[in-house]
């Protein structure tokens, strides 16, 4: 029986501002190529097949090498595979050529994978909090946060979560995500009680988005509350 042919899968559409940015920085003649390339590593990122969106968007880089598109998602591909430091440098690229410091929290989160807590304060604190919308000023204080733990400050690492607003009239995910980090904080430094709330917050906001439910049971059998 003759094997049935692999259907390609439907390509995403691209943006018209990355179109437009796509043909101003093709090489001559290039640019009907980097839109069909980018669109298929667009593709193969949206559907998690980081391994073909790295190929592909290196394809891209090679054809537009300042685009700022083809270096984020070729950034962000390298980071869903845990290679932090191509990571880090196309993201860097990504951040020079755009001025946005949109992936500084990505950034930041490569150079603590690599070791390096104080390089991802630095990058964190570039970010404008006046500027930056609120998932990105969250996460860069978040991944401050941990790089402040790095360091063993666990003290400066609280009172950075604690700037943020915690008490939104409605949750997002990067307040439960802010919640948790704060939580692991402070179960840390030994103030239960308050790690304890924080996790029930995660838990009951969204019950298997982490292990913030068994993580709150466990305090709660520590210290014989109910």
């Known amino acids: 029986m003759a094997r049935e042919r692999e259907r390609p899968r439907p390509l995403v559409r691209l943006p018209d501002e990355v179109v437009a940015e796509l043909r101003a920085t093709a090489r001559p003649g290039k640019a009907e190529i980097l839109i069909k390339v980018f669109a298929e590593a667009a593709t193969a990122f949206a559907q998690e097949d980081f391994g073909e969106a790295i190929t592909l968007g290196e394809q ?10 083809v270096r984020e998602l070729l950034g962000l591909a390298y980071y869903r595979v845990e290679k932090w430091q191509e990571a880090a440098r196309e993201l860097a690229a990504f951040r020079r ?15 603590r994978a690599q070791r390096k807590p104080d390089k991802a304060l630095e990058i964190c604190d570039e970010i404008d909090a006046g500027k930056a919308s609120p998932e990105v000023h969250y996460e860069g204080a978040i991944v401050a946060a941990g790089a402040l733990a790095d360091l063993r400050r666990i003290d400066d690492a609280i009172a950075r979560l ?10 997002e995910a990067y307040h439960l995500r802010a919640w948790y980090a704060l ?44």
């Open 60 to 69: 891209a880089k090679h054809i537009a090498l300042r685009a700022a598109a």
């Open 97 to 111: 050529i755009s001025g946005s410091t949109d992936q500084n929290p990505v950034i930041a989160d490569c150079y």
């Open 162 to 171: 604690e700037s943020l607003e915690l008490n939104p009239a409605t949750a």
């Open 183 to 226: 939580a692991d904080l402070l179960e840390r430094r030994g103030r239960f009680t308050q790690a304890l709330s924080y996790f029930d917050a995660v838990a009951g906001a969204d019950f298997d988005l982490t292990d913030a439910a068994e993580r709150a049971a466990r305090l709660r059998r520590g210290s014989g509350a109910k």
